[in-house]
């Protein structure tokens, strides 16, 4: 966590996101304010891998309390939102119709336990995990509260996953408060303006739109580049395109 401070501090990015789990592990330890403190970027969002139980209808209150203890973290060091994936599975075979209701509710439950902390929260689309595809994408979205569960939608994760992200970002704008802007050339993810995905054209259809969500740079490994290299190449594109980083 350092050292991903200092880079993105240092490359003038205005905040950042993390799992969290790791926020609370290392609130834990009495180690992240001191790193937030030093680096002077704020924390704006959690991650929280695998919505509890977002595939089973049995009860697991005990995950629903995981969602409360970590979110409790993110709004103790002034993050706004908790990013909420749904669980990884096994694709092949896996019937999304069968698990729809229970996903919707266990997003709902989830979505109204985290506003009552003054968070906000939303889907986030990942492949390999119960919500990948378009169809699944709407389904869910078209079927939850939201007005307390927004979109929090990942660009590189959508093309990867045979949607297109301009076409999905324009049909839940208004409900879009949160999203990571992520890239995929067909083979890997890869730093901004050089994959697939049209980044430019999503971010003028969010600058034109009343919306304010988060926009989160994300990269899913770095290689052959650092981390800190693909950032730099991610911030160099977005300075193309106007935006500015701070000092």
Known sequence: MDQALKDMSG????????????????DEKGELRGAI???????????????????????????LSDVIREGRVVKKYGGTFLVLQASSIKRA?????AHRADIVANLNECALALNDLGLGTGLHQHTGTAIETRDEVYAVMEAVDTKHFKFAPDLG????????????????????????????????YCPLGEGQVDIAGVL??????????DLNVELDGARPLTPLEAAQVSKTY??????KFAA
Not at 14 to 21: N, T
Not at 93 to 97: A, L, N, S, V
Not at 165 to 186: R, S, T
Not at 204 to 213: G, T, V, Y
């Open 11 to 26: 490359l003038g990015y205005w905040g950042f996101e993390a799992f969290s789990l790791v926020l609370a592990e290392l």
């Open 37 to 63: 403190d030093k680096y002077k970027i704020p924390l704006n969002a959690g991650y929280f891998y695998c919505a509890p139980n977002s595939t089973d209808s049995t009860p697991q209150k005990a995950k």
């Open 93 to 97: 075979g896996y019937d999304f119709k």
């Open 157 to 188: 994760q959508l093309q990867r996953g045979g949607s297109d992200p301009l076409k999905v970002v324009k049909d839940f704008l208004p409900i879009l408060e949160h999203m990571h802007v992520k890239d995929w050339n067909g083979t890997r």
């Open 204 to 213: 003028d259809l969010i600058e034109a739109s009343s919306q304010k969500p």
């Open 238 to 243: 977005l300075q193309k395109l106007g935006y």
